[in-house]
């Protein structure tokens, strides 16, 4: 497993929009297997680069613009701008949907990587685990 300032840096670069901008709060949900603060910290902290240096260890990733807005530096700036079209397997996929059937969750998960929608169907799994009667 990756440290933390890559797997934050990485979350960051893919959440980010046309400005590299991203919210603090929407990495600390896209990361959900670390501790939210310890993702806070990162960002706000250990990799910003106008913050005060409260750590030993720096990393220049990140410029707070706002107040719980970031914008990821241009020198770290590494995901390849992504077509915004869905791949035309998906569309066809939608389009067989019969009549009448809200296709809104549908292109959701879609739009989710593999892994977040296996993470989705845990967390549902439990959720109807913990509401059987013992």
């Known amino acids: 497993m990756s440290p933390v300032?890559?797997?934050v840096l990485d979350a960051a670069c893919t959440l980010a929009d046309e400005h590299w901008r991203f919210r603090i709060a929407d990495l600390a949900r896209a990361l959900?297997?670390?501790?939210?603060?310890?993702v806070r910290t990162h960002v706000a902290s250990r990799c910003c680069v106008n913050a005060p240096p409260n750590h030993q260890s720096r990393h220049r990733y990140f410029r707070a613009v706002g107040r719980g807005v970031?914008?990821?530096?241009?020198?770290?700036?590494r995901r390849p701008r992504r077509n915004p079209r869905r791949p035309a397997w998906q569309d066809r996929m939608i389009a067989a949907a019969p009549r009448g059937v809200d296709t809104t969750f549908i292109v959701a998960s879609l739009e989710k990587t593999p892994t977040e929608r296996l993470e989705t169907m845990r967390r549902a799994a439990q959720s109807l685990q913990a509401m059987r009667p013992r």
């Not at 959900?32 to 310890?38: D, G, K, Q, S, V």
């Not at 970031?70 to 700036?77: L, S």
């Open 5 to 7: 300032h890559v797997q």
């Open 32 to 38: 959900p297997h670390l501790n939210p603060a310890t």
């Open 70 to 77: 970031y914008r990821v530096e241009r020198a770290v700036r």
